[in-house]
């Protein structure tokens, strides 16, 4: 079976969540996803389809980081890698660590750093102190 969108919502934000008729996940139930939040993009490809950094819900569940190809209408997508927000901040600690081994300038380096740790203040939320 093809897949079929069969409906999707905006919100103010401009983050679309789209039902897919056709399109399985492992189990093969159908699937639902929102872009909750474009990052950035990592690469552009001659097709047109970009590899993105977003932060996105998939099948209702929490907001995860996600790096995949996506078409440019974001209606179909390649396979990709998820992280919660413990396996990002390991990731961007060993990211920070490999930069810092290399020829990176040192104010780039700082400003990684920085938008790591204000990212993982967010993601935690308010703390008592």
């Not at 600690?93 to 020829?103: P, T």
């Amino acid at each position: 079976m093809a897949k079929e969108l069969i409906g999707f919502k905006t919100d103010d934000r401009m983050c679309v969540q789209r039902v897919w008729k056709g399109a399985k996940m492992h189990n093969g139930e159908n699937f639902t996803f929102e872009i909750k939040e474009r990052l950035c993009v990592l690469a552009t490809h001659s097709t047109g389809w970009k590899k993105e950094l977003n932060v996105v819900e998939w099948n209702g569940n929490s907001a995860k980081l996600d790096i995949r190809d996506w078409s440019p209408d974001h209606d179909s997508m390649s396979k990709g890698v998820t992280f919660r927000i413990n396996e990002a901040k390991k990731l961007a600690e060993a990211l920070v660590k490999y930069f810092d081994k290399s020829e990176v300038k040192d104010e780039t380096k700082e400003k990684v750093e920085e938008k790591v740790e204000e990212k993982v203040e967010e993601a935690e939320g308010p703390t008592d102190k």
